[in-house]
């Protein structure tokens, strides 16, 4: 008998067609709350529900416990269990909103890896994750404060800005947990992440790993912090463009190359011409480099040129930086304000001048500096050309303001060592990365690393435990700890002085959020002082790292490492990365496109007046918005329809193909969920042929009574189920969700129900229950094939169905995964479409309509009265 006594949930079951509900009270996460479990003993609804069937199962799911590693056994790291482990933890999604169909894409995929392993028998463990993602989250309730209150983070101060972006974190935070659960995912939501990030970050500095410096960083006027390279959109450019920049009125001119002229020092009439696309900056130049091979400069190694505006005299060096095709060949050096610059700065001796602050001003604003300088050089007789100019333009993602380097003093993890022990892991075979050619990309970041720069001028965010000491004397000193009255009494040890005369002052930055989630495999788990004593024994490391392959370097490097460093193991064995979800068109997807769609449209439906309304109450600006309009008018003129969860978990793991970029169409979503109407009609029909007395064998070995198209069934299975195995083995998505469809559609439902009908209809009672036994392993195993990627329909349709034992395990989420050794082994790889079976007394045929376009290659098995099938005759 089914597993779930009938009570009907509110949410989308059809009241009408099942008993009055009845409220049943559990404990999840130390709260009693109070739920209502489904129906499936009152008759089925005519067709397929999303809204019907996902309504209750998952609340059902959580209380019992299914998705915790406990379930059904004890955690003893002396006992483990024999048919293994699998942990993963999911990448946190940032609290800045909701999630989108990326996140949704790799939700699908863990959670169907985590319910085929949990299937396996194995002792598995997801868990799950929120990341506080600093500069997201603190640009969003900014502007919400000023849409609202037209009032900035500095009117408010430190402290009411933090409690502001907690409630915010609280209702969005529960937004995105909420989102997880309509998905399906099949957490263990009761562990929790530790006091780990502070923890790390004193280990590292008092070894030395974390250090202070001053270098170039890259830094958002806009938002008065320094940013990741992750948060640097790179917006390339054919030539002259006029692009928008925040805080300023008109649009500015980037895509331009001026050439002008530095006089050489002692000479009336020699010059050197250089050219520049920032030409502002040229009033922090300190040099002129040539290549030290150009033919046309070479008499003037060693000379010196004048500086139009401040007299100063600026050294021509030699460089090999230098490319001797660009330009003139010869190139301004700004150490403070360029990349490049800054190299040949250190390596020269050259002085670091900061002519940019904080706020983007140099006098005035740096890009009305730019034509203030250009006017000037044009007036003094030194503009030489104009060109157009190929380029690409750093823009800020948060701000969209162009990011700005400048010389700033931040906190950094020296990362060559750690690089080193990352790469050598993957190169010893230690970690595996798949798809394998990504690790040339793995190999070139770990190979070349550069020290990570970890602070953010930020309010939001883990604030970095350290503290500026002053003594007496002027002496000055970095010391992190976990208390001031620690740090106190470090310094006292340092200086050597009583605490009372020591001065703290913690330092105001925040850590970046790469450093908090790179501790993630190991924080989950109360490193380094766990709660429970052998969580970070049993699931330390992990088993497998899924993700994206975009931030391979940004999240999944820096997980290693660290990991590396600071336990002495990998953090997992194994990193699979899929593919980038893009719209229909291939476009990234981007709000102010209006292709951003959060999964729970497309699960529930959604207008396309609903739609533009929650462009309305995001924070985009007002010609954003109505962008966003229009894309969204065009992708989408009749709304979104209902597709359920299941048909999209299903769609997104059969578009994903290892190393191609995922182009999302909506209606083939919509055509998964025809797929699970398909199932649902199928299974009702499958039920009336089983009849209400039946009980299946307690054994789904085949009787050998089994007619010809009854092993030909047992053989499609079993090759379904060797296909899945082995797709799941390999993360071939597709493969997987490939033969499990075909499966269905095409051999049990096309094929082999329909031959079913005149067997049913016979008055062979022993053909009848050798049918049924075959069509009821059939539907069974069918099902556990799909539970892992459709979790709703098909325990909707599995509690439906009688047991082969009472002690059966009570939900699909925790009953054996198929195998091959558990479906007819000995099956006959009986293939393709049509199968006659002839007999003296008896004459059954299948007939298939096809469509008049289609051409197909068909075999023909023939049997007389034989058990044994004959060799099939392929046809041309």
Known sequence: MPAVKPVNPSGGRNVAEAAAPKHRREVLGGLKVSFLLPDVESPMPDSYSPQYVEAAWYQWWESQGFFKPEYGRTLLPEAPNPKGLFMMCIPPPNVTGSLHLGHALTNAIQDSLTRWHRMKGETTLW???????????????????????????????????????????????????????????????????????????????????????????????????????????????????????????????????????????????????????????????????????????????????????????????CDDFVDMEFGTGAVKITPAHDPNDYEVGLRHGLDFITIIDETGCLGMKRFDARRAVFQLLKDAGLVRDVKDNPMVVPICSRSKDVVEPLLKPQWYVRCDTMARGAAEAVRRGDLRIVPDFHLKTWFNWMDNIRDWCISRQLWWGHRIPAYFVTVNDPSVYWISGR?????????????????????????????????????????????????????????????????????????????????????????????????????????????????????????????????????????????????????????????????????????????????????????????YRHFCNKLWNATKFAIRGL??????????????????????????????????DAGFQAYDFPGITTAVYNFWLYELCDVYLECLKPVFASPDEAAIQTARNVLYTCLDAGLRLLSPFMPFVTEELFQRLPRRSPSDPPSICVTPYPSTEQVNPQAHRVRDVAVHNLGAEHLGTCTFWLPNAANPEVSVLVCECSLEPERPARLP
């Open 127 to 317: 868990n799950p994750g929120c990341d506080h993602a600093g500069i997201a989250t603190q640009v969003v309730v900014e502007k919400k404060l000023w849409k609202e209150q037209r009032k900035t983070r500095h009117d408010l101060g430190r402290e009411l800005f933090v409690e502001a972006v907690w409630k915010w974190k609280t209702e969005k935070g529960d937004r995105i947990y909420h989102q997880l659960k309509k998905l399906g995912a099949s957490m263990d939501w009761d562990r929790k992440l530790s006091n780990s990030v502070q923890e790390a970050f004193i280990r590292l500095h008092e070894e030395g790993v974390i250090y202070r410096s001053t270098r170039l960083v890259n830094w958002s006027c806009a938002l008065n912090s320094a940013i990741s390279d992750i948060e640097v959109d790179k917006k390339e450019l054919t030539g002259r463009t006029l692009l928008p920049v925040p805080g300023y009125e008109n649009k500015v001119e980037f895509g331009v190359l001026v050439f002008f002229a530095y006089k050489i020092e002692g000479s009336d009439d020699e010059e050197v011409v250089v050219a520049t696309t920032r030409i502002e900056t040229m009033l922090g130049d300190t040099a002129v480099a040539v290549h030290p091979k150009d033919p046309r400069y070479k008499h003037l190694h060693g000379q010196r040129v004048l500086h139009p505006f401040t007299a100063k005299c600026l050294p021509i060096v």
């Open 483 to 671: 208390t001031e009255q620690e740090v106190k009494e470090k310094a006292a040890k340092v200086f050597k002085v009583p605490a009372e005369k020591i001065s703290l002052r913690q330092d105001e930055d925040v850590l970046d959020t790469w450093f908090s989630s790179g501790l993630f495999p190991f924080s989950i788990f109360g490193w380094p002082n766990p709660v429970s004593p052998f969580d970070l024994q049993i699931f330390y490391p992990g088993t497998l790292l899924e993700t994206g392959h975009d931030i391979l370097f940004f999240w999944v490097a820096r997980m290693v490492m660290l990991g590396l460093k600071l336990t002495g193991k990998l953090p997992f064995r194994e990193v699979y990365l899929h593919a980038v979800v893009r719209d229909a068109h291939g476009r990234k997807m981007s709000k102010s496109l209006g292709n951003v769609i959060d999964p729970l449209d497309v699960i529930t439906g959604i207008t396309l007046e609903g739609l533009h309304a929650q462009l309305l109450e995001s924070n985009l600006d007002p010609s954003e918005t109505e962008r966003a309009k229009q894309g969204q008018k065009s992708d989408y003129p009749n709304g979104i329809p209902e597709c359920g969860t299941d048909a999209l978990r299903f769609a997104l793991c059969a578009y994903t193909s290892q190393g191609r970029d995922i182009n999302l169409d909506v209606n083939r979503i919509l055509g």
């Open 691 to 724: 009849g209400d007395g039946f009980k299946p064998q307690p054994r789904p070995e085949p009787s050998g009574s089994e007619s010809l198209i009854d092993r030909w069934i047992l053989s499609r299975l079993s090759h379904a189920v060797e296909l899945c």
